[in-house]
């Protein structure tokens, strides 16, 4: 999208807040916050995309990772590795994999990368 002499416009904002908790909430304890409407859920770590769609065509990303599980020393969480973030990637590929809507080389695109990524976890545990 763009506005005034191709300056680009975006068509939603976002506010994001994540806080770490150490020691880490149980589950009843996220749940009351949710109920009770401080949060909006809990997890370790979070992974976002956020997208832009430029008028000449194309889609721009750009990845933020959080990970509370080791936060920095003002209690904030940290970037999340890149490890974690192939972990995502992973789970997102095998998500997208059984999904309705890809036509057949996408679909294919994401079979292969669920494949290449069950090689790459067998030959690790095989070195184990």
């Known amino acids: 999208m763009s506005g ?31 109920e009770d409407g401080q949060v909006d859920g809990a997890c370790d770590a979070m992974l976002i995309m956020t997208l832009s769609y430029p008028e000449g065509g194309g889609i721009q990303g750009h990845g933020l ?12 969480p940290t970037e999340l590795g890149v490890v974690d973030k192939f972990r995502a990637w992973a789970l997102l590929a095998h998500e997208l994999a059984g999904a309705e809507g ?12 669920v494949r290449s990524i069950r090689v790459l976890i067998a030959s690790k545990q095989a070195r184990s």
Do not use: C
């Open 4 to 34: 005034k002499q191709g300056e680009p416009t975006f068509a939603m904002t976002y506010q994001l807040r994540a806080q770490a908790h150490k020691p880490a909430l149980t589950r009843d304890v996220a749940s009351q916050l949710a």
């Open 102 to 113: 890809l036509d057949e080389e996408q679909q294919e695109v994401t079979r292969e990368a």
């Open 65 to 76: 990772g959080m990970d509370g599980r080791a936060p920095d020393a003002q209690g904030n």
